[in-house]
């Protein structure tokens, strides 16, 4: 099942993000929960225009969550956009069709939200994912380039 | 000089979306201008996470135009990113600075409000905007993929 995050949620969420050969890298998943990932939490809370899901299993352990966000934007005549970022499934799940499905999931809700594309960018260091969005529909037509601040 | 864009600039903003031969088979750039851009700048101008950006010359003419989106999120603890869509120069102005000079407007922005990254994505089909970005420090470290909703 997949429904909106809650702040209860976080400390598994941050345990998802961290529990990958990138993401371990860049995470800091203690018990005492970084005070930067809770301010982040509630800038998505506040902001009707993310909406951070988790799939949970049937004794409500969450064993995948995604970030959504609905951008609206001028180009192809002011079309909506929804983004998908920070995709995470349960080692303990994965390969099972869990992750299409929360995809399938956050694309409907995309359509609901009036959005005429989905987008997402895929560490080039991950094919195995990029291959994934590609049997998903995604086309990968574009560079994704990042420049980093810090 | 860069500004905030108003809705008088509107009409501008879209002419100069669709001056380019990806986006001249997307945009509508008619007199009698698309309901579907008003209700775009619209959720634009409503959401305090979006920033719709344009440059004007010294007789205060629209040269180039930008959206910057700063988006909430958990990953890299808690990190705000900023992303850049919609990017345009006047075909009379290219060349000559601008498009680096608005860029680095642009990332200044996504600093001052605290984001840890700048992301956008360019179409593989428009080599030498991503060697552009590349001349500007981003790096194409990701794939940028699409799905079609329409």
Redesign the interface.
């Known amino acids: 099942m997949f429904r909106n995050a809650s702040s209860t949620d976080?400390p598994a969420?941050?345990t998802l993000?961290a529990d990958d050969p990138i993401?371990a890298t860049?995470?800091?998943a203690s018990k005492e929960m970084?005070q930067?990932?809770?301010?982040?939490?509630a800038?998505?809370e506040a902001?009707p225009?993310?909406l951070?899901a988790v799939a949970v299993d049937d004794d409500g352990k969450v064993i995948g969550c995604l970030?959504l966000?609905f951008?609206?934007?001028?180009?192809?005549?002011?079309?909506?956009r929804g983004?998908i970022?920070?995709v995470r499934i349960a080692a303990s799940h994965r390969g099972g069709g869990l992750g299409a499905a929360m995809i399938e999931w956050a694309?409907e809700q995309?359509?609901e939200k009036g959005?005429?594309?989905?987008?997402?960018?895929?560490?080039?260091?991950r094919p195995d994912a990029?291959r994934f969005?590609?049997r998903?529909?995604?086309?990968?037509?574009?560079?994704?380039?990042?420049?980093?601040?810090?």
């Open positions: 976080l969420i941050i993000l993401g860049r995470e800091v970084d930067a990932y809770l301010e982040a939490f800038a998505i902001d225009n993310q951070l970030q966000s951008i609206p934007g001028l180009s192809r005549k002011g079309m909506w983004q970022e920070s694309v995309a359509k959005c005429g594309l989905v987008q997402l960018t895929s560490d080039k260091r990029i969005y590609e998903q529909g995604f086309v990968a037509s574009h560079e994704g380039l990042k420049l980093d601040l810090s």
